[in-house]
């Protein structure tokens, strides 16, 4: 399996997937799910993608099911990336206009919003690109938990601000960011002893498999579910 399956499969984008609806929150458009009006939150950062990927918003609706209200911004104002592969496309432009420390002022926003609606409690998961948001995020103290699945461009710096219970999912085949430097990071954060943390690398996949994988890919499909699952444990356990 590639070390860029995140970028091989890009998803087919339905601006109406999903059990929830769009609305303005924080000045961003996002795909809300809440079927049991909870006052506690997870905030999910996604990929370059976008936030109409199909199956992040089957993850937050399945999140939502176990008792969150589950808020998925467009953090890219209808700009997602759609084709690595296309040669008129530049990446560092895209990069460059949607970096992640807008993404991060964007995500306080969103925040911000949700606590003047009543929010207790919020949790935070970054997928990718959205994981150095999470991160990020994880050095303040707006949110209670984070999860990093595949993050890109996470650095030492990012650890030892982190004040919050926090998980790091990764990839075995990871060129960018590779087990190793997420088991150093393990160890850095576990030196500290004020707050929980977590890292597990997941045999046989890819960058970016918790969202990009094949439907009929099923040991990447069982894998994916597995890191949904250990995202959602998280949650339950701190965010409360």
Not at 67 to 94: C, E, H, K, M, T
Not at 180 to 204: N, R
Not at 207 to 214: A, I, P, V
Request: hydrophobic residues 40%; negative net charge.
């Amino acid at each position: 399996m590639s070390s860029s399956q995140c970028f091989e499969h890009p998803p087919t984008l339905n601006p109406t997937y999903g059990a929830g609806f769009v609305e303005q929150l924080g000045g961003l458009k996002t795909y809300v799910t809440d079927p049991n009006h909870s006052n506690l939150a997870i905030l999910l950062i996604s990929d370059v993608f976008g936030y109409e990927a199909p199956n992040l918003r089957k993850l937050a609706d399945r999140v939502a099911a176990d008792g969150f209200l589950v808020v998925v911004p467009d953090f890219f104002y209808g700009d997602p990336i759609v084709d690595f592969s296309n040669p008129q496309f530049d990446r560092d432009a895209w990069r460059k206009l949607h970096n992640t420390d807008k993404g991060y002022e964007y995500a306080k926003s969103v925040i911000a919003a949700l606590k003047a609606k009543g929010v207790s409690a919020i949790g935070v998961a970054g997928f990718c690109w959205g994981g150095k948001v999470a991160v990020q995020l994880a050095g303040t103290e707006d949110i209670q938990a984070a999860v990093l699945l595949h993050p890109s461009r996470i650095t030492a710096d990012d650890m030892k601000a982190v004040k919050v219970p926090i998980s790091i999912l990764g990839a075995e085949i990871d060129h960018g960011t590779p087990p190793e430097e997420l088991k150093d990071y393990g160890d850095m954060l576990s030196a500290k002893s004020e707050f929980d943390s977590f890292v597990k690398i997941f045999p046989g996949v890819s960058h970016g498999w918790t969202m990009r994988y094949k439907d009929d890919d099923e040991f990447s499909i069982k894998s994916a579910e597995e890191a949904h699952l250990d995202m959602l444990n998280w949650f339950v356990k701190y965010v409360k």
